[in-house]
């Protein structure tokens, strides 16, 4: 281990498949290995091999492969009470597993040996001591975590202290403080590491829980006293309500805190790192997640916004780009004159801070936020807005009229819709059939206009949503409906508002439509 090196223990392929609707196949876990490896993590935990057939099925592929940066470790616990390691068969499977490094739990807290694990403290040590003095036997680097190793230093330090030295004593290389109910303070975490530091003289390593919502903070407590391994998991998955968020610890071990971890040319993939992992774990990217989220490096406020424009370090607590990141200009009722200029350079559209337009796309940006609009999350239609106050836009077509209707009985149901477009001087009268009324208006008016540009063949909608503004005034109430659009390359958002849903979802499609048209 090279001198104040922070190595990166990740646990997302078996601590994290914990947390509730978080599963991963073998095909799934090996291809996150994979991409964490290619990050520059030092550990990655793929399984408890005494758990379950798949995570034995992954460390045999895992054996097959080649890792550049991360060493492959198997989770297990300490032997069973009154059975030699040798002679347990989940510690044989560990063996088995064929990875190097094995990292073990073991009970630290006093409430745990005599009441779960229902046997004496001076077994407990054995069993620890034990396991660990056979895996080194068998060769294996191993890593002990203490389980509820805080809990139970406040419940007795000379016990938990007992239980960390036996632990050194049998050869581990690591004994990481686990704070497994994740009820910790920073400020206890800090002095108990502080503790084990004074007493024991192998490495220490952290692992926290984020049940109050200290998961990260706690570990960056114990960095600062002395430990060299932080364990969590990729966008804090976990049991309740998560493990410590690597995603989060990483850049502020690296960067607030200047110690080295991952290389700061691997950090720039963080972000990429955690979108993948939420793709293949088929869960939905936390836009509020510090660093890597969406937001945050939105700005929204226009005093933010302009102070941003001048001085981006103002009101970013650093560059969005060294962890893969991007500044976000939001554009809503909130807006200044700054929001509408770097929001439009944003897009491509050029307009300069003095041009006379901007008042006018600000008042209007405002007017249709007020009527119910919402321009933060359909961009497209922004942009038409921004390019039709500029002059910017021909229309490429035009709606001469429309017609849906919907008939048939209790079993089955028709949805048809009818279009009339003009281009130019010429015109197309079509219909088509849908699932409903929507997705019939929507076929109907790209089969009227593929004729004319056929680059709308690859156009489809990909998602639909409405949302009802003021449900107090009953079937009177505005609609607001929001449809993501993609040509299988790009994506884009619009919106349309209108007490009559058909209404709102038609100016959504056609903002759609000519969003698409104007690109080249």
Known sequence: MSKGLIEIYDTTLRDGTQGEGVSFSVADKLRVA??????????????????????????????????????IAALGSTRRKKVK?????????????????????????LL??????????????????????????????????????????????EYAMATWKAAE???????????????????????????????LACPIGIHTHNDIGLG?????????????????????????????????????????????????????????VSRFVDEVANLVPDRHQPWVGGTAFAHKGGMHVNAVQKVASSFEHTNPEVVGNARRILVSDLAGRSNIVMKAQEMGIRIANDAPELKGILARVKEQEHLGYDYEGAEGSLALLIRKALGRVEPAFDLEAYHVSMRGDAANHVC??????????????????????????????????????PVLKQVRLTDYKVRILN??????????????????????????????????????????????????
């Open 34 to 71: 994979e991409r964490l490896d290619a990050f520059g993590v030092h550990y990655v935990e793929g399984g408890w091999p005494g758990s379950n057939p798949k995570d034995i099925e992954f460390f045999k592929q895992a054996a097959k492969r080649k890792w550049k940066h991360a060493q």
């Open 85 to 109: 390691a040798k002679d347990d068969p989940q510690v044989k499977l560990l063996i088995d597993a064929k990875t190097p490094v094995v990292t073990i739990f073991g009970k630290t807290w």
């Open 112 to 157: 745990h040996v005599k009441e779960v694990l229902r046997t004496t403290p001076a077994e407990n040590i054995a069993m620890i001591a034990d396991t660990i003095a056979f895996l080194k036997k068998n060769g294996r680097k191993v890593i002990y975590d203490a389980e509820h190793a805080l809990d139970g230093f406040k419940d007795d330090p």
């Open 169 to 199: 004593a049998a050869g581990a290389d690591f004994v990481v403080l686990c704070d497994t109910n994740g009820g910790t303070l920073p400020s206890e975490v800090a002095a108990i590491t502080a503790e084990a530091r004074a007493v």
């Open 216 to 272: 990260v903070a706690n570990a960056l407590a114990a960095v600062e006293q002395g430990a060299t391994q932080v364990q969590g998991t990729i966008n804090g998955y976990g049991e309740r309500t998560g493990n410590c968020n690597l995603t989060s610890a990483i850049p502020n071990i690296a960067l607030k805190m200047g110690r080295r971890s991952i290389s700061k040319a691997r950090l720039k993939k963080l972000r990429e």
């Open 416 to 453: 048809e819709a009818t279009v009339k477009v003009c281009v130019g001087d010429k015109s197309a009268h079509t219909v088509a059939n849908g699932d409903g009324p929507v997705n019939a208006l929507d076929q109907a008016l790209r089969n009227a206009l593929r004729g004319f540009y």
């Open 471 to 520: 449900s107090t005034t009953g079937t009177a109430a505005k609609t607001r409906v929001l449809i993501e659009s993609t040509d299988g390359k790009d994506r884009w958002y619009t919106v349309g508002v209108n007490e009559n849903i058909i209404e709102a979802s038609l100016q959504a499609l056609l903002d759609s439509i000519e969003f698409r048209l104007l690109k080249k």
